[in-house]
Structures are given as structure tokens and as C-alpha cells.
């Protein structure tokens, strides 16, 4: 006991912030010396560089922002298949986010298949704004890029995919044909990041419900061949993100459409970043669910939270707005649609 009262108030601060997310280890840490507690030091502060701004929230020691950060072991070895596999394909189709076309398209996933032709879909379409999505469809196009907008779980447009396919293989499909061969099996692979809708794609397409498909990221695992149509295979992958955001806005944009696990982050500094965004928004849908007045949406993103909570009768012992519950309730209900058709991000002009 003595040792820990020669112990700087500081570093209790800090060894109190340590047992909170590192457990016993750093629990013990909090009954050694000072000069150990001074050699830790280093090590406490190695994780992440300091933020910018501080919230003024309940969480008055955490960033406005969070390093986001998601790269399991089995997505290297899903890379490193994808480029193995590639020379077995004719052709790749591409699922992105239609609310988040930039950010849901891995960039290294796209340099691994350049110069294959590529049908890209727009999933989730019914979910973002029209108008947005016709921007990304001109954007995106291209030669030997055909853009499709569809709804998986509807299975609205899917029905175009195979003839987009014939349509960029027409050529090979040909060359084939000349050569006597009537029937040749054009194959195709499907990749995406985790959650995007692939095996609930591939499902739809082959009528067949051998995909497993979750809205949890990171399901399917294993490289799968399905027939899609008489002369089509396709060959699914698992969802692979990349090793590191080097724009946190793409992760926050990842995170708030369920591409990465809730579990891994703080989901009330996410929701508060995605309030960010709604307010600037203010589409009618937001303001009518959460019965929201013009002085409420002036309200600093953290107050609004809480001001969510209460009208939703979100309450703790003591009346105190529930703001984790809260924060849950609007991360699902902007994934499910109900606080508008929203897109996050635009082509440029």
C-alpha cells in the first residue's frame, strides 16, 4: 500500500486505463513500484498516436475519432488464393456497397484482377439514394466493365448479370465457337469485402442455397465453384479487406455499413461519427424516427445521442440516458434503411 501512494496520481490515470483493456496484466501493474510503472511507460503509450480533439461526451478520454483496424490471418491467405486462382477465370465480378462504392472496393483486390473483364454490382442499391447510384454507374463503367445495380436479398437485377457476362464475353465465346467447341464453360470469380452480399448473391444467381450467407462479416472461408447458367461457373472467395485504412474515413464508412465486426470497436464513438453525417443530411426519414426539433440537431453529435436515447425511452437507473443501447439502435436502423436512402460518398466530377 505504500508503494502505491508514492505512485503519481497521473499513473493511476493511466494503469486504471490499462486494466480496462488489458485485464489482470495490467491490474497487477497498478499494485507494482513506481520505477516499474515509470518502465511501462513506453508501453502504454505505443498502441495509437494522441488525438487531435477529445470528445466532451461521457467518454471524456476518448478521441472523436477511432483507428480502425481489421485484418485476420485467413483474409492474407484469401489474397494470396485469389492470385493463384485468377488464371482459372475468364472473367471477375465485383460486389460493392452502393452506398459505399470507393470505400467497400479493396484497392488491392482490384490490382490483383486488372485486366480481367468485370461485371460490378451495385448491391444494396434499394438502400442508397437513386440519383447517386446513376453517378456511379457512368463512373464506372468502362470497356470491359459492365455496372449492374441490384438488390441481393430481393434479387432485383440480378437477372441482367448473365447476359452482361456474354455480352463482355462475346468475343472469347466466339473464338471458342470457331474452333468447334459449341458449349465451353466460361468461368467467372465473384469477390467483395466481408458482408457485402456475395453469397446471397451467388444463391440468387444459381437458385440454389449452398452459399452460406450471414449478415455477420467474414463467413464464407473456403473457394467454392457454383453454376450460375448453362455455360457459366462461378468460383466464390471468402470477403477480404485490406491490412490498413490509410483514410480512417474508409473504415468509418466500412464500419457504420456492417462490414466490420461491431465487436471490435467502440460502437457509441461510432454511432457519434455517423450522427455527424445524419445531421448534415437531415433526411426526413432521420428527423421523423427520432422525432427531432431543429434545436436538437444543433446539439454537439454526443448530446444527440443522448437526446435519442431519452425519446426513445432508453433510460438506466437514476433516468440517465442509455447511450450504448441507443448508439446499437441507430447503427441497425441506418444498416435496415430506416433513416433514409443514403449514400456516403460521390464519384468525382
Given at each position: 500500500m505504500k508503494k502505491q501512494r508514492?505512485?503519481?496520481k497521473k499513473n493511476y490515470k493511466q494503469s486504471g486505463r490499462l486494466a480496462q483493456k488489458q485485464g489482470g496484466r495490467s491490474g497487477a501493474r497498478t499494485k507494482s513500484s513506481s520505477a516499474n510503472a515509470t518502465a511501462a511507460k513506453p508501453l502504454r503509450q505505443k498502441p495509437s498516436p494522441k488525438p487531435k480533439k477529445p470528445m466532451k461526451a461521457a467518454h471524456t478520454d476518448t478521441p472523436h475519432t477511432q483507428n480502425i483496424q481489421w485484418f485476420p490471418g485467413?483474409?492474407?491467405?484469401?489474397?494470396?488464393?485469389?492470385?493463384?486462382?485468377?488464371?482459372?477465370v475468364d472473367a471477375v465480378a465485383e460486389i460493392l456497397d452502393a452506398r459505399i462504392p470507393l470505400s467497400s472496393r479493396n484497392p488491392d483486390i482490384a490490382a490483383l484482377t486488372?485486366?480481367?473483364p468485370r461485371v460490378i454490382l451495385l448491391n444494396k442499391s434499394d438502400m442508397a439514394d437513386k440519383q447517386a447510384t446513376k453517378k456511379w454507374i457512368a463512373a464506372l463503367s468502362g470497356e470491359k466493365a459492365r455496372v449492374i445495380p441490384v438488390d441481393c436479398k430481393s434479387g432485383r437485377g440480378v437477372e441482367k448479370f448473365v447476359p452482361a457476362l456474354k455480352e463482355l464475353l462475346s468475343e472469347k465465346i466466339d473464338a471458342y465457337h470457331k474452333k468447334g467447341?459449341?458449349?465451353?464453360?466460361m468461368r467467372v470469380m465473384?469477390?467483395?469485402?466481408?458482408?457485402?452480399g456475395k453469397s446471397t448473391f451467388i444463391n440468387r444467381i444459381s437458385k440454389k442455397n449452398k452459399a452460406v450467407a450471414s449478415d455477420r462479416p467474414g463467413v464464407t472461408r473456403g473457394n467454392q465453384w457454383f453454376t450460375v447458367a448453362k455455360g457459366f461457373e462461378m468460383l466464390d472467395t471468402p470477403g477480404v479487406l485490406w491490412p490498413k485504412f490509410d483514410d480512417q474515413t474508409v473504415g468509418e464508412r466500412l464500419a457504420f455499413t456492417g462490414a466490420i465486426k461491431d465487436n471490435i470497436m467502440d460502437i457509441e464513438l461510432l454511432a457519434i461519427r455517423l450522427l455527424d453525417l445524419l445531421k448534415e443530411l437531415k433526411t426526413p426519414a432521420f428527423i421523423e424516427r427520432y422525432s427531432l426539433t431543429d434545436d436538437d440537431l444543433s446539439q454537439p453529435s454526443h448530446e444527440l445521442l443522448s437526446i435519442i436515447a431519452k425519446h426513445r425511452g432508453m433510460l438506466i437507473s437514476g433516468g440517465e440516458a442509455d447511450t450504448e443501447r441507443a448508439a446499437a439502435a441507430i447503427l441497425d436502423e441506418f444498416r435496415a434503411a430506416k433513416l433514409g436512402y443514403i449514400t456516403l460518398e460521390f464519384?468525382?466530377?
Open positions: 508514492n505512485i503519481p485467413h483474409m492474407t491467405k484469401t489474397k494470396r488464393q485469389i492470385e493463384r486462382d485468377l488464371h482459372m486488372a485486366g480481367k467447341m459449341l458449349n465451353p464453360t465473384i469477390v467483395g469485402i466481408p458482408n457485402v464519384p468525382a466530377d
